[in-house]
Structure formats: structure tokens, C-alpha cells
């Protein structure tokens, strides 16, 4: 079986991190979003990967190759954004007729991995939410299969959302679909949708069964990323890297701290996520995200995301700080 990992898209929402950082390398709760949905699937027992690379697509192949070495990864690259759908079908090669399961790059969740990779059926994961219209929608019948699946509908006829998981048994079916889409300009929202060709699927006699997946977390910007993290972190539990330096500093947790970190006369925490190599003076951090290589004094920080390499001096503030920034507030 194989993994496909969409991580193509740009992230403009999480600008200016995005600028320098692949959404996909963005940190949380001590790790990247990548490296969560990798050793999910690891842990399921599946170690060959096929990644859709795009908007600095290098950075993720290095990061790839250097962090998971015992990986079968493949790389792909959606050079033209044309939707989930076409960086999908990039893959056929790659994939042939083999099972599959695909998990959009920006897609934390906690759900039975092991169950739905060795199901015997395809399976799609969803989860309830208010406003369905900007997701994909699965519909349900009495008896609990799929039975129609449409891409942001104006009338939703569910509030089943689907979260970016999808186990597919019948892969040379989905390619047919999927070639059939874009031979065709079958678009929606002027992309080739993957949830279309899902429904090409169903059409054709394709079973799905729905899995509903524990917690959803949402990584597309900066307050659901924050929030995202708080409620990893407290389901992780402290992880502070033996390899620090602390001199009168009180830690409220849950928080993690990488490696190399120099931390003095600060409080940090709760909810604070906090990268390599940092050093942190006369500071109270709370509810943010640090990344690697940053300076901060003399700052009091809430709710924040500051990029790596960046350098932060000053008073109190709400700060979205990209990499290799240096800002004096003094």
C-alpha cells in the first residue's frame, strides 16, 4: 500500500511564515505537521510514500529525506495549480494499481489509522461541522454507506464534512476518474476536484464507508494553528529537549522546548511550542509558537507565531512574524 501526501499548495493564509516555510514545515506542538501525518502512517505499518511537491517543494524533499531516512518517498511536482484532483492524477506512475491512502499535507486528526488502512472497503473521513459549503460533503444513507459525495455546495444536503482522508481499494478506478476530469475541463471552482472524481466513482459502483475521525485540527492560519497546538500539546504532555539551558526560569505547562535552547529569567507556558536552538531573556511567553534559531528579549508575548531565524526586542505585543525578521520595539 501506498501513502500519496499532497503538499503542493502555497499557504497563503499562514503568510508571511509561508514566504520562507512550506505550510507543511510550519511547527506544532513540538513537530511539524508533516512529520505527525508521516509517523501516523508509519505506525499503521505503511513505509512507502509518494509526495506532490510545488511552492518550495525543495525544502520539503530535503526535510523528507534527512528526517525519515528508512521511507520508500517518491517525489512528484505539480508545477501548475490546478487543484487536488490533478496532483493526484501526477501520481499514476508512481502508484499503478496498488491500495492507497491519501492525507492532505495540512490534515492533523486523530483517528484508528491501523483500522482504516486495513479496511476492506474505501473509506472517506468526515466530521460534522456548522457551515459545510466550503468543503467537500459526503451524503449518507440509512444504511450508513456514502452515497454521493459534492465539492462546496451551495445547498449542502449533509453537514459531513470531508477532513482530507481518504482510503481508496479501487486506485485504477480513481485515475480513470480523475483522467476522465481533466481530459473533459470538469472542474469546480476552476480546479480539477478530487471530491468529483470520488464521485465518478460512486457512479460507476465504487462502495465507501465514512469514518468520523476523533478531532480535527486546523492548521490553515494563524488562530487555528495556535489553537491547534494548545490541544496537541496537552495531549502529548510536556517534551522538553534534555539538551537546554536554564537560569531562573518558571515553566507552566504543557509546552515544548527543542534542543540548544538558552532560556534565562523568563516564564513560558502554557501552550507554548518552542524550536532548536532559541534563546529567550527577561520574557514571559504564552499561547505562541517560537521557531528555531530565534532571539527574544525583553518581550511579553500572547498568541503569537514567530518565524525561525527571526529576532524580537520590546514590550508587550501580539505578534505574526515571519523568518528571518529583526524587529526592535524598544
Given at each position: 500500500m501506498k501513502a500519496i501526501i499532497p503538499v503542493a499548495g502555497a499557504g497563503t493564509k499562514l503568510r508571511p511564515h509561508t514566504y520562507t516555510?512550506?505550510?507543511?514545515?510550519?511547527?506544532i506542538a513540538g513537530k511539524t505537521v508533516l512529520a505527525i501525518i508521516v509517523e501516523q502512517l508509519q505506525d499503521a505499518g505503511i513505509h512507502d510514500f509518494v509526495f506532490v511537491l510545488g511552492y518550495l517543494g525543495d525544502k520539503i524533499q530535503d526535510?523528507?529525506?534527512?528526517?525519515?531516512?528508512?521511507?520508500?518517498?517518491?517525489?512528484?511536482?505539480?508545477?501548475?495549480?490546478l487543484g487536488l484532483g490533478h496532483a493526484i492524477l501526477l501520481t499514476r506512475e508512481k502508484v499503478g494499481e496498488e491500495e492507497l491512502v491519501i492525507v492532505l499535507g495540512d490534515t492533523v486528526c486523530e483517528y484508528d489509522v491501523s483500522q482504516v488502512v486495513q479496511s476492506p472497503v474505501s473509506m472517506l473521513g468526515v466530521k460534522r461541522v456548522d457551515d459545510?459549503?466550503?468543503?467537500?460533503?459526503?451524503?449518507?444513507?440509512?444504511?450508513?454507506?456514502i452515497t454521493r459525495?459534492?465539492?462546496?455546495?451551495?445547498?449542502?444536503?449533509?453537514?459531513?464534512?470531508?477532513?482530507?482522508?481518504?482510503?481508496?481499494?479501487?486506485?485504477?478506478?480513481?485515475?480513470?476518474?480523475l483522467e476522465t476530469n481533466f481530459r473533459e475541463g470538469h472542474k469546480s471552482r476552476d480546479e480539477y476536484s478530487l471530491t468529483d472524481a470520488l464521485e465518478c466513482m460512486i457512479r460507476k459502483g465504487a462502495a465507501f464507508q465514512p469514518f468520523k475521525v476523533l478531532n480535527?485540527?486546523?492548521?490553515?492560519?494563524?488562530?487555528?494553528l495556535l489553537e491547534s497546538n494548545a490541544t496537541l500539546l496537552k495531549k502529548f504532555g510536556n517534551a522538553i529537549?534534555?539538551?537546554?539551558?536554564?537560569?531562573n526560569v518558571i515553566v507552566v505547562p504543557p509546552?515544548?522546548?527543542?534542543?540548544?535552547?538558552?532560556?534565562?529569567?523568563?516564564?513560558?507556558?502554557?501552550?507554548?511550542?518552542?524550536?532548536?536552538?532559541?534563546?529567550?531573556?527577561?520574557?514571559?511567553?504564552?499561547?505562541?509558537?517560537?521557531?528555531?534559531?530565534?532571539?527574544?528579549?525583553?518581550?511579553?508575548?500572547?498568541?503569537?507565531l514567530i518565524g525561525s531565524d527571526t529576532e524580537v526586542k520590546g514590550e508587550s505585543r501580539s505578534l505574526n512574524i515571519g523568518d528571518n525578521t529583526e524587529i526592535d520595539l524598544g
Amino acid at each position: 500500500m501506498k501513502a500519496i501526501i499532497p503538499v503542493a499548495g502555497a499557504g497563503t493564509k499562514l503568510r508571511p511564515h509561508t514566504y520562507t516555510q512550506p505550510k507543511a514545515l510550519i511547527p506544532i506542538a513540538g513537530k511539524t505537521v508533516l512529520a505527525i501525518i508521516v509517523e501516523q502512517l508509519q505506525d499503521a505499518g505503511i513505509h512507502d510514500f509518494v509526495f506532490v511537491l510545488g511552492y518550495l517543494g525543495d525544502k520539503i524533499q530535503d526535510y523528507v529525506k534527512q528526517t525519515f531516512p528508512g521511507i520508500q518517498a517518491d517525489f512528484v511536482y505539480q508545477n501548475d495549480r490546478l487543484g487536488l484532483g490533478h496532483a493526484i492524477l501526477l501520481t499514476r506512475e508512481k502508484v499503478g494499481e496498488e491500495e492507497l491512502v491519501i492525507v492532505l499535507g495540512d490534515t492533523v486528526c486523530e483517528y484508528d489509522v491501523s483500522q482504516v488502512v486495513q479496511s476492506p472497503v474505501s473509506m472517506l473521513g468526515v466530521k460534522r461541522v456548522d457551515d459545510p459549503r466550503n468543503f467537500g460533503v459526503a451524503e449518507i444513507s440509512e444504511e450508513g454507506s456514502i452515497t454521493r459525495v459534492v465539492e462546496k455546495p451551495q445547498i449542502p444536503k449533509s453537514n459531513l464534512a470531508l477532513v482530507g482522508i481518504y482510503k481508496i481499494r479501487e486506485s485504477a478506478m480513481l485515475f480513470e476518474c480523475l483522467e476522465t476530469n481533466f481530459r473533459e475541463g470538469h472542474k469546480s471552482r476552476d480546479e480539477y476536484s478530487l471530491t468529483d472524481a470520488l464521485e465518478c466513482m460512486i457512479r460507476k459502483g465504487a462502495a465507501f464507508q465514512p469514518f468520523k475521525v476523533l478531532n480535527w485540527f486546523d492548521c490553515g492560519n494563524k488562530d487555528s494553528l495556535l489553537e491547534s497546538n494548545a490541544t496537541l500539546l496537552k495531549k502529548f504532555g510536556n517534551a522538553i529537549h534534555p539538551d537546554h539551558r536554564f537560569e531562573n526560569v518558571i515553566v507552566v505547562p504543557p509546552v515544548s522546548i527543542g534542543k540548544n535552547c538558552e532560556v534565562r529569567n523568563s516564564i513560558i507556558g502554557p501552550n507554548v511550542a518552542i524550536g532548536d536552538n532559541t534563546t529567550i531573556n527577561y520574557s514571559i511567553i504564552k499561547e505562541s509558537i517560537i521557531g528555531s534559531y530565534a532571539d527574544l528579549f525583553d518581550i511579553v508575548l500572547e498568541e503569537s507565531l514567530i518565524g525561525s531565524d527571526t529576532e524580537v526586542k520590546g514590550e508587550s505585543r501580539s505578534l505574526n512574524i515571519g523568518d528571518n525578521t529583526e524587529i526592535d520595539l524598544g
